[in-house]
C-alpha cells in the first residue's frame, strides 16, 4: 500500500515539510474553504503566491470568500491531491489593491500571468498567515500530520 502516491512507507515528518513547502511554492491553484457568519460553506479554487511566509490570494470583496474572509479573519486552504494533502488554518489580512506591500502585486500577477489589479471589477488581496499545517498521505501518516502550530514550525 502507497501512502502517498508515491510508493513506499510513510514520509518522515520533514520529508513532509520539505514537500509542503514544494507545493507552496509550485502550485498554482489553492482550494479556499471559509464560513459565513451562520456557519454555511463556501469552498472555491482561487490562484495564489506564497511569499516564503504567507499564502497571499485575491478575489473580489463581494464574492462570499471575500465576505467570509473579512468577517471571520481566518481561512482554511487546501494544496495537493486527496494523496497528498498539505492544510493550511491560517488568519486573514486584507489588502486594497492600492495599498499592498511593495512587490506583492506584481510577484502575484507574475505567477501565472494573471494581474488582479487590471481586472475592470475591483479585487482585494488576502494576506493569509499559516497558524498550523498539517500535511499528510493517507492512514500511516495521519497520526503526525501537525507540523506547524501557532505558526511555528515544528520540524
Same mark, same amino acid.
Given at each position: 500500500m502507497t501512502t502517498n502516491g508515491?510508493?513506499?512507507g510513510p514520509r518522515s515528518r520533514v520529508g513532509r515539510k520539505e514537500n509542503a513547502l514544494r507545493l507552496l511554492g509550485s502550485e498554482l491553484d489553492v482550494w479556499v474553504a471559509t464560513a459565513d457568519a451562520d456557519?454555511?460553506? *463556501?469552498? =472555491? @479554487?482561487?490562484t495564489f503566491w506564497w511569499d516564503g511566509e504567507a499564502v497571499w490570494l485575491a478575489t473580489r470583496p463581494t464574492? @462570499? *470568500?471575500g465576505v467570509n474572509m473579512a468577517a471571520s479573519g481566518t481561512v482554511r486552504l487546501c494544496f495537493g491531491t486527496t494523496r497528498d494533502v498539505v492544510h493550511v488554518e491560517g488568519g486573514v489580512t486584507v489588502f486594497a489593491a492600492d495599498a499592498l506591500p511593495d512587490g506583492v502585486g506584481d510577484s502575484f500577477a507574475a505567477k501565472d500571468g494573471w494581474d488582479p489589479r487590471k481586472d475592470p471589477e475591483p $479585487?482585494?488581496? $488576502?494576506? =493569509?498567515?499559516p497558524?498550523?499545517?498539517?500535511?499528510w498521505g493517507t492512514v500511516p501518516e495521519l497520526k503526525d500530520r501537525l507540523l506547524m502550530k501557532d505558526g511555528r514550525w515544528l520540524v
Open positions: 508515491q510508493g513506499g456557519g454555511g460553506p *463556501t469552498l =472555491v @479554487p482561487l464574492n @462570499p *470568500t $479585487y482585494c488581496f $488576502y494576506r =493569509v498567515r497558524q498550523q499545517l498539517r500535511a
